[in-house]
């Protein structure tokens, strides 16, 4: 009897022993800081908001997955206790919101709202490019329907793989006035499909209390179910999912931001400029951070190649002492790279240098945008306009359309529909409908004329359903 209870405690002592040196070597590297550097939750308030302050209303959301079938989940929205009326709104994608972050409690204490998922499952990560972007797409289209929003002030703001739906969202969508993408991933072909799992290799020759790239051992697993889900062949596919793809399809103001030292998403596929040629000497020799420049299609550009270079502006940023500080840099044109330089790639961080400190202000940026509103920041891009009729037809790689399953939610071909009409609608509210009937002949027009029938034939629906006649 004493032999078992001696070996039981052996196990429960190297159990704790091996819990507290894996905590240990976890924070000397991330410097106890490691899910806030990962998430990009954003620093800490001091004080927490009262259950008096805000109000929180689960809401179910339905979309229809990939393999045809009807999936349910909820999101969370957050409304000031005392506000009244259609206020602004955030929207947080993919990952849930850190209800006692300072941006969190500055947005609430603004008079905005705040959604989010509910609950954050590390599996959603595997259906990053699928299923995830149905059900993101798929609240925000709820948020739109919502009483108590001013569908006019609704920004989307996130980080990491919530910086990756953000982009997605700008791109595919109208009706945002504005995005911030803190470190996205911006090709989720190269991000996903093949530096994870070469990082994945690095750490299976690592020793067990001596990972060489804990942040990945961590987290990079999570995303490769998308490997078995899209066809390592199917380059149509990879591309519209991956946000380089639309980076010359968004409409209104984005404002994305990255750091030179990210070893969890490397810089290379936002841009090569200001990227360091070698790490800093934590990874293995010949181990690479850089995209590969033979990927098929335009999986091999970065998003500032295929963005319009007339409307982008980049900003370079070197922080002094390591420390980020002042207003969030942006500009009058559709798109802002912020990049800070915070040193090589290293293994010991994740999307940050561990020493550097602090942050920008992102609210003179949002707030000049809530006060603009939409009528003001969205332009009709030809890009945009042929994605959404595209999308009205039913064809669109991105967010592929169910028939014959149920037309009354979200992911079917009649939602598709419905969302695109009430899209176009706002912009011609704001505008007017010969406006957008001249940008969106224009941008047909660019077409190869065996498709141009179907585009200006899906359009003269929209216009019908809408009610609209032109002048």
């Keep these: 009897m004493k032999k078992p209870l001696y070996i039981l405690l052996c196990i429960v002592l190297f159990i704790g022993t091996l819990s507290i040196s894996i905590k240990n070597k976890m924070k000397n590297i991330f410097g106890g800081e490691l899910f806030q550097n990962f998430a990009l939750a954003g620093e800490a308030a001091e004080k927490p908001l009262g259950d008096d302050e805000v109000s929180k209303n689960i809401i179910d959301v339905k979309y229809i997955k990939e393999d045809g079938t009807i999936d349910t989940r909820q999101m969370i929205v957050y409304r000031p206790a005392d506000a009244e009326g259609d206020i602004p709104l955030i929207y947080i994608p993919h990952y849930a919101a850190e209800e006692n972050s300072k941006d969190f409690i500055g947005y609430i204490k603004k008079g905005w709202a705040v959604a989010s998922a509910y609950q954050f499952r590390s599996e959603y990560n595997g259906t990053l490019a699928t299923d995830d972007l149905v059900f993101n797409n798929a609240a925000l289209y709820t948020l739109r329907h919502m009483d108590g929003i001013d569908k006019e002030k609704i920004a989307l703001v996130g980080g990491s793989a919530g910086g990756y739906m953000t982009l997605m969202l700008s791109g595919l969508q109208m009706g945002s006035v504005c995005s911030l993408a803190n470190s996205a991933i911006a090709n989720s072909y190269f991000n996903a499909h093949e530096y994870f799992p070469a990082c994945d290799e690095v750490n299976r020759h690592s020793g067990l209390l001596n990972v060489t790239m804990p942040i990945q051992c961590l987290v ?3 995303f490769q179910p998308a490997n078995k889900i899209i066809d390592d062949t199917d380059t149509a596919r990879w591309e519209a999912v991956s946000p380089v793809s639309l980076a010359n399809a968004i409409s209104s103001p984005l404002v994305m931001t ?33 995209m590969a420049s033979d990927y098929p299609g335009i999986l091999s550009k970065t998003f500032e190649e295929e963005a319009d270079p007339d409307q982008l502006t980049m900003n370079y940023i070197q922080p002094e002492n390591m420390i980020v500080s002042g207003d969030l840099p942006y500009s009058d044109k559709r798109i802002t790279l912020d990049i800070i330089d915070d040193g090589a790639p290293t293994a010991k961080g994740s999307h940050a240098n561990p020493s550097l400190k602090g942050g920008f202000d992102s609210f003179p940026y949002l707030e000049e945008m809530m006060n603009k509103m939409l009528a003001q920041t969205e332009k009709a891009d030809k890009n945009k306009l042929i994605l959404l009729l595209e999308r009205y037809q039913g064809k669109s790689l991105a967010l592929p359309a169910h028939e014959n399953v149920d037309d009354t939610v979200y992911g079917s071909l009649a939602v ?14 704001n505008h007017s409908a010969e406006e957008l009937d001249t940008e969106i002949r224009n941008a047909v027009s660019t ?10 034939q899906a359009w003269s629906d929209i216009l019908a359903k809408s009610g609209i006649e032109l002048n």
């Design 447 to 456: 077409l190869a004329e065996s498709d141009q029938e179907a585009y200006l």
């Design 220 to 222: 990079s697993k999570s």
């Design 416 to 429: 598709y529909q419905q969302e695109i009409i009430d899209e176009l609608s706002t912009y011609m509210k």
């Design 258 to 290: 990255h750091n030179t030292s990210d070893i969890l998403v490397p810089l290379d596929q936002v841009t090569h400029k200001h990227v360091y040629a070698h790490n800093d000497g934590t990874l293995p020799e010949g181990f690479d951070c850089h």
